[in-house]
């Protein structure tokens, strides 16, 4: 354990070392090289010959190597993430479209519930969207070792000028992240993986078990529901795009209001990774067994 954590150590090191690019280019060089010859790419592989069929092999194969570049800029870039400067006129930096739904929500205030996945620099979303008053807390997925797990909360929480809540994913998180929106306060969730006890949802036109648990919330309090991802411009450099408040469903139903809500967001996600699918992390498996077992 304190091996493990020592190596990770070692490379945050080094990274922190490097200027933002340079770290974002070695984080995508080597996973660009190293990523498709693991396991996890025959899983994205069987996953876009099901989402995607129009793609060839050949396709399939540029977009898994985009795949794992994205992942490894993303790692390069995780400790550079607070010195990122918005609106950089060159070089390493962020920008923000869609800024005005942030400050309209920071005006009116309330609790705001904010819906993303695993798409371009995912990391660059909590700090960015913070930077207009609108910070909101998060889940996360605890890391196996508690000394590289203390390691990627500290750089979380660096990167935000106040530090928010990192609530555990599970039961008990839940609640408490529940007790948090119910205080009014902002939460914001990815949820683009498979949830084995969701509910089932089309993406990509397949059945997939999807959590619902953004949509009953959104319903419960009848707050915001905000979409936003981010976009990968250059090394370092991104772009994160915020849309207007989804329309919530009212059909006086919870349950069918909950389904609604939920396909409604699965579509918004599907819409950003058609547009990029190297973007998006196709690695994990995303749809039932049976169902990618038929391509």
Not at 220 to 249: D, N, S, T, W, Y
């Amino acid at each position: 354990m304190r091996v493990e954590a020592a190596l990770a150590g070692f490379a945050l090191t080094l990274l922190r070392r490097l200027r933002p690019e340079k770290a974002s280019d070695l984080g995508g060089a080597i996973c660009r090289m190293a990523g498709p010859f693991l396991p996890a790419s025959k899983v994205a592989d069987r996953n876009l010959r099901l989402a995607m069929p129009e793609l060839d092999a050949a396709a399939r194969k540029k977009v898994i190597r985009g795949v794992w570049e994205n992942l490894g800029r993303t790692v390069g870039e995780f400790p550079h993430i607070p010195t990122l400067v918005e609106n950089a006129p060159f070089g390493p930096g962020y920008e923000v479209s869609g800024a005005e739904h942030l400050i309209a929500q920071a005006e009116h205030g309330g609790p705001v519930l904010f819906v993303s996945g695993h798409i371009g620099n995912w990391e660059m979303l909590p700090p960015g969207v913070a930077k207009y008053g609108v910070g909101f807390a998060s889940f996360y997925r605890a890391a196996g070792n508690p000394l590289v797990d203390r390691m990627i909360r500290d750089l979380r929480n660096a990167a935000m000028e106040t530090p928010l809540p990192l609530f555990a994913k599970g039961a008990r998180g839940a609640r408490e992240a529940l007790a948090w929106v119910a205080k009014g306060n902002r939460l914001g969730m990815l949820v683009d993986q498979k949830m084995n006890d969701g509910i089932e949802a089309r993406f990509f036109g397949h059945p997939a078990m999807t959590a619902p648990a953004l949509a009953a919330m959104a319903l419960k309090f009848r707050c915001p529901v905000i979409p936003g991802h981010v976009q990968r411009l250059g090394p370092a450099r991104l772009r994160i795009v915020v849309e207007a408040p989804m329309l919530l469903p009212d059909s006086g139903n919870r349950q069918t209001d909950v389904a609604l809500l939920t396909q409604m967001i699965n579509d918004r996600l599907e819409n950003w990774i058609r547009i990029c699918p190297e973007s998006w992390l196709w690695l994990h498996r995303r749809w039932p067994k049976e169902v990618t077992r038929e391509v």
